[in-house]
């Protein structure tokens, strides 16, 4: 927890040497900053800020960001951002929000990016199951997404011996590392559960390599094993 908070505050420390300059974005009294002005205005989190401190994750709402203590006026959309301009470079599947005084109730967002933060993945989490769990690939000209969920899920289905059981819910698990190396390959880990029941969850690690084409990306799973997993 101590090396996340100090990696942080040298990624803030960093961007806001970049402010000066007069970008975009501008700092905020919770460790942040806010990216734009009125209902376009996008605040970025923290912990979601590529290595080169060149992109990150934000939020933003339909009816602009709450003031104080409010929760989000309208409708929460998440963005890959370019920093420090503030430049949208697309939208994330996501419905996470986090002022620095209040935070989405049960909801969790994951930023595993690249070394050289030319690919990230995301991983969105509601509070029983995985909302959202994709790539993205950042080039010079344009974003390459590819939705990973789909793909993961039924993998790990078909490794469960309860396969045919619909009433487990498939997550990422965003608590657990989610790595992705400079070559396309992702690992992490994955659980089947039922919600509020005593039954014990299944738990996965997986791996998978994820290749892009200029404007085209395809993932193929590597291995998918049976693994106990921390509570």
Not at 214 to 225: G, L, Q
Request: proline share 6%; glycine share 6%.
């Amino acid at each position: 927890m101590r090396r996340l908070a100090t990696l942080i505050a040298a990624a803030l420390q960093t961007l806001l040497s970049c402010l000066a300059a007069g970008a975009a974005c501008v700092p905020d009294q919770s460790r942040s900053f806010i990216c734009g002005e009125g209902r376009d205005a996008i605040r970025v989190f923290p912990d979601t800020i590529a290595p080169s401190r060149k992109f990150g994750f934000g939020w933003r709402t339909s009816a602009g960001l709450p003031s104080g203590q409010a929760e989000p006026p309208g409708d929460v959309e998440n963005v890959l951002i370019k920093l420090p301009e503030g430049d949208v470079l697309g939208r994330l599947g996501g419905a996470y929000w986090a002022t620095g005084e209040m935070r989405a109730n049960r909801y969790d967002l994951v930023a595993a990016w690249s070394p050289d933060s030319r690919a990230v993945v995301e991983v969105a989490n509601s509070r029983w199951q995985t909302d959202s769990f994709r790539f993205y690939a950042i080039s010079d000209a344009s974003v390459v997404t590819l939705d990973l969920h789909d793909l993961t899920e039924g993998a790990v289905r078909a490794r469960s011996p309860q396969a045919s059981d619909k009433s487990r819910v498939f997550r990422v698990r965003e608590d657990l590392p989610v790595k992705l190396d400079a070559d396309g390959h992702l690992s992490f880990a994955a659980m089947l559960f039922i919600p509020k029941s005593a039954k014990p969850s299944l738990g996965f690690r997986v791996e998978m390599t994820i290749s892009t084409v200029k404007s085209a990306a395809a993932a193929r799973i590597v291995t998918v094993e049976r693994a106990k997993l921390p509570d």
